[in-house]
């Protein structure tokens, strides 16, 4: 969808049909150290009914000084299929990721079969985020767990612990919004609800978060690229002039993308 020296932003279309029953699909991302990369679904999924699980999964490396993004569209879980979602990421040195998931049980006149899902992300020190979610339809009925309630948006960010935009409350389409700074570098902001996303908090702080995590990246990358810049004209911070502050201009232009 657009692209520079340094990273792309991709989106996702599937060419068939998924999920079906027995679809076993896997995603791999590697996000080389110093590049950003920036997913997008085109279209939720749909996890159809049958006899045979399904399963989608995203395996993801950040690299060093790399930016990961993902914006996902809704996941519907239909009646009669039991279906697993499970992201693992692994971060090394200074990479970001930041992960938005929406998950929806059942169609329209539907109350969803059995979800489960897993999150576990890890950095070079050891676990970031580690999350299993049961929630087949016997599990979310005990007292504390789901109740009546039929949509969850759940926004992760990882390798930095940002703040939400607005103040998370209680509405009329579910409890509301729930903020959890990570114990390490991290943050998870959730919303529950018994219909559609009306919450108004998620997407607009996925929208702020990813530019955050983005400005971050691109300040860096700017003075690695000065850096490097200096090394090969010879100029320091001693040696400065008429030549040394046009390599800082050039080397401090914010890039397209």
């Known amino acids: 969808m657009d692209q520079d020296a340094d990273g792309a932003r991709v989106g996702l279309l599937a060419t068939q049909a998924l999920l079906l029953s027995g679809d076993d699909v896997r995603i791999e991302v590697d996000v080389a150290p110093g590049a950003w990369l920036d997913v997008v679904e085109s ?8 006899e045979a699980p399904s399963s989608w999964t995203v395996d993801a490396t950040v690299g060093d000084g790399a930016v990961l993004t ?10 009669e299929i039991a279906t697993h979602r499970r992201t693992r990421i692994r971060l090394h040195g200074t990479g970001k990721a930041l992960m938005q998931e929406k998950v ?14 897993s999150l576990e992300a890890n950095d070079d020190t050891g676990p970031v ?3 299993h979610l049961n929630l087949g339809q016997q599990a979310r009925q005990m007292p504390g767990v789901f109740g009546n309630l039929r949509s969850m948006d759940t926004v992760t960010a990882l390798g930095w ?3 939400p935009t607005g103040e998370p409350e209680a509405g009329t389409t579910g409890p509301g919004e729930t903020y959890f700074p990570l114990d390490r570098s991290g943050a998870v902001l959730r919303w529950m609800g018994i219909g559609r996303f009306r919450d108004q908090l998620c997407d607009a702080t996925f929208a702020a978060w990813r530019e955050e995590a983005i400005r971050g990246y691109r300040h860096r990358h700017a003075a690695r690229h000065l850096g490097h810049a200096e090394e090969e004209t010879g100029l320091g911070e001693v040696d400065r002039g008429p030549a040394a502050d046009a390599v800082t201009a050039a080397a401090g232009r914010p890039r397209a993308g």
Do not use: H, I
């Open 104 to 117: 929806v049980l059942g169609r329209a006149g539907q109350l969803g079969g059995d979800l489960s899902m």
């Open 161 to 163: 612990t940002p703040e």
């Open 129 to 131: 985020q580690v999350e």
């Open 43 to 50: 279209t939720g999924t749909v996890a159809y009914e049958g």
């Open 70 to 79: 993902w914006a996902g569209k809704p996941f519907v879980v239909s009646d």
